[in-house]
């Protein structure tokens, strides 16, 4: 759905709450359709993106996995040598 939005589950160390609120807030600017929402509507789309993060993060914090938990460091090494791959 959106690009910017990343895997957050199964990760040592845990995902953060700023992580948590990062990707809500993708997801809520993806739905509406504001990048930067009227006066009007910013108290809406604040509180979206609070409950959004809250559910995400018990959502996170209920999943059960038998893999081991990634490494963030060893996974950015990967993700940088494919955009180096794909982007030159």
């Given at each position: 759905?959106?690009?910017?939005?990343k895997?957050?589950?199964?990760?040592?160390?845990?995902?953060t709450?700023e992580?948590?609120y990062n990707?809500?807030?993708?997801y809520v600017r993806?739905?509406?359709?504001f990048t930067r929402p009227?006066?009007?509507n910013?108290e809406?789309?604040?509180r979206?993106?609070?409950e959004i993060?809250?559910?995400?993060g018990?959502?996170?914090?209920?999943l059960?996995?038998?893999?081991?938990?990634?490494?963030?460091?060893v996974?950015?090494v990967?993700a940088?040598?494919?955009?180096a791959n794909?982007f030159?």
């Amino acid at each position: 759905m959106c690009r910017n939005i990343k895997t957050l589950y199964n990760y040592e160390p845990p995902a953060t709450e700023e992580e948590l609120y990062n990707a809500s807030l993708q997801y809520v600017r993806k739905v509406s359709g504001f990048t930067r929402p009227s006066q009007i509507n910013q108290e809406a789309f604040d509180r979206a993106v609070q409950e959004i993060a809250q559910i995400t993060g018990h959502l996170v914090e209920s999943l059960v996995s038998n893999a081991p938990p990634k490494d963030r460091e060893v996974e950015a090494v990967k993700a940088r040598a494919r955009a180096a791959n794909r982007f030159g």
